[in-house]
């Protein structure tokens, strides 16, 4: 049997049967399935079991907590008990916010996001951060994983420069990944899947280059094919 691919779908779906229907297609290839604060909003922790289903695939939930110390660490501490492998916080919320995260869930690895990666330089610049995305998203990091962060989330064009910062250890999770041709959406710093492995990226996020096919099954295992020749799955 084939090693699942360690890219994590985003089923960003409009309801809960669709977002269910979309995992049982693509977990036969990929290790994860990402549960976005849309659909958690939505439904609650039901989601987290449906789309889990009886495969036992990892489910990454993307909630991006940021806020107080006290309420970050309440509020991880809730959906804990989900069991969820990889948790969000924004890395901006601080060194003791993370830590809280961190210190509540200690059955769940806490993943803190550098940089939006929605956001181009210009928009940065706008809310104040100065010099290119690469340098925010290094001190980001470091402060992250100083923190007790065991997963960071960065854009592919970051990745090589925030591994460096953070060693092998560090979960390194991609999003704004786009197999070559797909259209970048929303995205503004983007790779393609193969460019983001070959970066040092441990877990790629991709959404709607596969749910968005008309067999998402089929495009999960095409873009999973299209990393093994890049790297056989389970090779540091």
Request: aromatic letters at 2%.
């Amino acid at each position: 049997m084939t090693t699942p691919a360690p890219i994590a779908v985003a089923l960003d779906a409009p309801d809960l049967e669709t977002a269910a229907r979309w995992a049982g297609l693509v977990t036969p290839h990929v290790s994860t399935v990402k549960v976005g604060l849309e659909l958690y909003l939505r439904y609650g922790p039901d989601v987290i079991a449906s789309v889990r289903g009886a495969s036992g695939v990892q489910v990454f939930l993307d909630l991006k907590l940021h806020d107080i110390p006290n309420t970050v660490g309440a509020a991880a501490r809730a959906v804990a008990r989900l069991k969820p492998t990889y948790l969000t916080v924004h890395a901006a919320g601080g060194p003791a916010m993370v830590r809280a995260a961190v210190e509540a869930s200690p059955g769940t690895r806490i993943a803190a996001v550098t940089l939006l990666t929605s956001l181009s330089e210009a928009d940065l610049r706008e809310v104040g951060i100065q010099g290119p995305p690469v340098d925010a998203a290094r001190r980001m990091a470091a402060v992250a994983v100083g923190a007790g962060a065991q997963a960071l989330v960065c854009s592919p064009r970051e990745v090589a420069a925030v591994r460096a910062e953070v060693g092998p250890e560090i979960t390194l999770i991609t999003p704004g990944v786009r197999p070559a041709g797909a259209e970048t959406q929303d995205q503004a710093r983007v790779a393609t899947p193969e460019h983001a492995v070959a970066q040092g990226a441990d877990l790629l996020v991709i959404g709607r280059p596969i749910t968005g096919a008309p067999d998402p099954g089929a495009a999960a295992a095409a873009i999973a094919a299209a990393l093994r020749r890049v790297r056989p799955v389970g090779t540091p």
